[in-house]
């Protein structure tokens, strides 16, 4: 089965950087995503990772370490707008059959 | 460029009636397709993928079937709602991938949000 955990909620101040940190423990491990929803809304893709390292779009980076079954979203100059949850979902793969499996998701309130 | 329609937007519906909700996707070709619900204030929780017409699997056993009659078209059904499939249904498609580094994430719908009273 998969396992994948996220703290539930954080904290941060406007202009601040914040880490969201994500473990799983699964099998058939092909890439791990982050998504961005805001309340009401349908989840918004953010970045991949499939290789170990970091990402960097923007703002936001994202890490994967593989050994280690670990990643993290890492947001900077927060803005009052990236209040919303951040969800990380780890993608299986076993010949053409693939399923994305998503954590609960961390909920983010960007303070003043 | 691809586009996902899922519809309603919002449904009200009493306990024992039927469901369906209705998914299509625009602009590819042999997508995977996904239905996901998420109740309020909880994690999307994986119901049913598909990665071709009639191939569906089922992650979590309930009321609720899936259906894929066409390439692009995935509909979440029920025979008779509970109170506990209110939820936020989402449904997602994906370009079909193997083993690689090709980065394809799931697109969303807007959802539909389901009220069973």
């Known amino acids: 089965g998969q396992n994948i955990d996220q703290p539930t909620e954080m904290t941060a101040t406007e202009g601040a950087i914040v880490q969201i940190n994500c473990t799983y423990q699964t099998s058939g491990f092909n890439g791990l995503f982050w998504y961005q929803q805001h309340a009401g809304e349908a989840p918004t893709f953010l970045s991949y990772n499939v290789l170990d390292g970091l990402e960097e779009k923007g703002r936001f980076s994202s890490f994967l370490s593989r050994s280690k079954g670990y990643s993290y979203l890492l947001l900077k100059e927060l803005q009052m707008k990236d209040s919303a949850s951040y969800l990380c979902a780890v993608r299986l793969a076993s010949g053409g059959y693939q399923k994305v499996t998503f954590g609960t998701g961390t909920k983010l309130q960007v303070i003043p | 460029s691809q586009t996902i329609h899922q519809w309603p937007a919002t449904l009200v519906q009493p306990v024992g009636s039927p469901l369906s909700l209705e998914c299509t996707v625009e602009?590819?070709?042999?997508?995977?397709l996904y239905w996901y619900r998420q109740a309020a204030g909880r994690g999307l929780q994986l119901l049913f993928y598909s990665v071709g017409i009639g191939q569906i699997s089922s992650e979590v056993p309930q009321n609720l079937s899936a259906s894929r009659p066409q390439d692009r078209q995935f509909i979440l059904s029920s025979k008779k709602l509970l109170l506990s499939d209110s939820g936020f249904y989402l449904c997602?498609?994906?370009?079909?991938?193997?083993?690689?580094?090709?980065?394809?994430?799931?697109?969303f719908g807007n959802g539909t949000r389901l009220t069973v009273t």
């Open positions: 997602a498609w994906s370009v079909l991938v193997w083993q690689g580094t090709n980065n394809s994430p799931l697109h």
């Open positions: 602009g590819t070709s042999n997508p995977n």
